[in-house]
């Protein structure tokens, strides 16, 4: 059987560097580009590429993604940034290349997806909730990808389920004291030497709390996941938001 043609952008990159190892690595996957910045993108059309896989950064992955699905190349997106905007120009470009899959993965480690997941069936069952993401110093987006994400499912089943908003009596601090609000759930940002990728949901109700934690301590974590979007976006046409989509969680 023929191998499918993978390349990956940002190959020079910390989560990029590693993908590219670990499809060469792979036996029926076949690393045909590995791009990174300056590089043409008419590389990927020349090399054949079947699925590209975008670890670059928020400014850049637009342009890319334009280009694969305008050229029928699937995608695996790790990269962040996305909002309701973005997916909606992504979701339009796929509309008119309806053949062509695109994965965005906010996370691709099974933990952390679990996370989002645990985190979401609990949340209709306490008053508070507070997300803390936890990050390398070089990370360009803040709050990550996953933590807003997480946040957003917290917030659609806190609604699903009627509740009220959380009580919060502050009335003055100083700005940022209480982090981001992401649809009404709060998240803070911790940038530290030392740390790669890691997430805290705390839950708070009447005399208790729960804590969700989840710590990527190699980028390693991240490579199941891209592979098995590599190998399920083939023949999955159109927009998957979230890796949770590809496994069978239930
Ligand atoms: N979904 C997930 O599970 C994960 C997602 N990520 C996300 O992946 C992205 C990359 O993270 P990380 O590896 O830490 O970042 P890095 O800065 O280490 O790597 C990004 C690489 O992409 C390059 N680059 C920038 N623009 C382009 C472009 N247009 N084409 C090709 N290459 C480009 C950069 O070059 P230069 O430095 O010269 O600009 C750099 O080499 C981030 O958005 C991060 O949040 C990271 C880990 C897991
Ligand atoms: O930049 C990173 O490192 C990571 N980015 C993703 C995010 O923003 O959620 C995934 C993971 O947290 C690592």
Redesign the pocket.
Known sequence: MSKLRVAV????????SEAARAVEAAEDLELVAA?????TLETLTASGAQVAVD???????M??LDFCVGHGIHAVV????WNDERLARLTSWLEASPETGVLV?????IG?VLTMKFSQSAARYFESVEVIELH?P????AP???AGRTAQLIAAARQEAQLPPQPDATVTGLEGARGADVDGVRVHSVRLRGLL?HQEVIFGGEGETLTVRHD?LH?SS?MP??LLGVRRVVSTPGLTYGLEHFLDLS
């Open positions: 952008l940002g190959a020079k990159g910390r989560i990029g791009l990174d910045q300056h590089d670890l670059t950064h928020p400014d850049s992955v342009g890319n790790g990269t962040t940034g993965a906010p996370n691709f480690s952390a390398h070089n990370k360009a987006d990550s990808g996953t990728a990527s980028h991240f996941g891209i």
